[in-house]
T-cell receptor, first 114, second 111 residues
Framework: KAGVTQTPRYLIKTRGQQVTLSCSPISGHRSVSWYQQTPGQGLQFLFE???????NKGNFPGRFSGRQFSNSRSEMNVSTLELGDSALYLCASSKTSGGVFEQFFGPGTRLTVL | SQELEQSPQSLIVQEGKNLTINCTSS?????LYWYKQKYGEGLIFLMM?????EEKSHEKITAKLDEKKQQSSLHITASQPSHAGIYLC???????????FGSGTKLNVKP
């Protein structure tokens, strides 16, 4: 079974631009979550999508948005990039099986904002 | 403040030594997850604990969840350089798939 894939792996943008990151979950997983990881703040939850609907949201500004497609693939968009948005963005694919929440992570997209 | 406190923040051990990493929550945990991360890469799932008093092992790594389900420890026996990385504990908040993580413990194993 293929794991979670994220594209691109690396990205360099300048302030004010926007960026779209993509995530393909494990086959059969309908939930996709996004996280931001920075040295200062650690790993923080952005949002979670399930069956094309945002089910949970973390404490991030509206510049961060996402969506999920019918095939469970998800995209995350950040508009009007700021220097502080430089981070590793991780996508996780999950399912609940027998009451147990199983979550698996992709390799991440390293975003650098100049 | 972090809802999950990990200690220590970093650890340097000699190859072959045992070590323990702790993860403490101020609230009762529904499930506690341990992940390992190599620098700049994704997280690798290690194990998940759900029941108070539960203990799980995988190769040389053992994790326990205390009876009150507010603290977990990860113990590595006879550490090897391959164990180096960042260890993160995570928890599922209120069963609503809103996951949160501790700040991580950076482990370096000297050969």
């Amino acid at each position: 079974k293929a794991g979670v894939t994220q594209t691109p792996r690396y990205l360099i943008k300048t302030r004010g631009q926007q960026v779209t990151l993509s995530c393909s979950p494990i086959s059969g997983h309908r939930s996709v979550s996004w996280y931001q990881q920075t040295p200062g703040q650690g790993l923080q939850f952005l949002f979670e999508y399930f069956s094309e609907t945002q089910r949970n949201k973390g404490n991030f500004p509206g510049r961060f948005s996402g969506r999920q497609f019918s095939n469970s693939r998800s995209e995350m968009n950040v508009s009007t990039l700021e220097l502080g948005d430089s981070a590793l963005y991780l996508c996780a694919s999950s399912k609940t099986s027998g009451g147990v929440f199983e979550q698996f992570f992709g390799p991440g997209t390293r975003l650098t904002v100049l | 403040s972090q809802e999950l406190e990990q200690s220590p923040q970093s650890l340097i051990v000699q190859e072959g030594k045992n070590l323990t990493i702790n993860c403490t929550s101020s609230k009762t945990l529904y499930g506690l997850y341990w992940y390992k991360q190599k620098y700049g890469e994704g997280l690798i799932f290690l194990m998940m604990l759900q029941k108070g008093g539960e203990e799980k092992s995988h190769e040389k790594i053992t994790a326990k969840l205390d009876e009150k389900k507010q603290q977990s420890s990860l113990h590595i026996t006879a550490s090897q350089p391959s164990h180096a990385g960042i260890y993160l504990c995570g928890a599922d908040k209120d069963h609503f798939n809103k996951f949160y993580f501790g700040s991580g413990t950076k482990l370096n194993v000297k050969p």
